[in-house]
């Protein structure tokens, strides 16, 4: 998935604020399945979000994540 797309939100970056996943519940205690299905900006007034998905899950649900820090080693 391409972070590096227009932000619709106007904050001058162009850098998500936050990763969409789905996710769905696992077989056993404390198992669940984590899939990314986009990202998302806050908004101009910095009281919602504006979300850019590339898949809407049927089932499951969206955990919107701070990105991990890229590994520069």
Known sequence: MNDS???????GTNKPSHVAFQVR???GENKSFWTRIGVAW???DERGFVVQLNAVPLDG???LRLPEPKDNA
Do not use: F, M, W
């Open 5 to 11: 797309v227009t932000t619709p939100a106007g904050n």
């Open 25 to 27: 519940d696992g077989k």
């Open 42 to 44: 806050t908004s101009r």
């Open 61 to 63: 649900k969206i955990i």
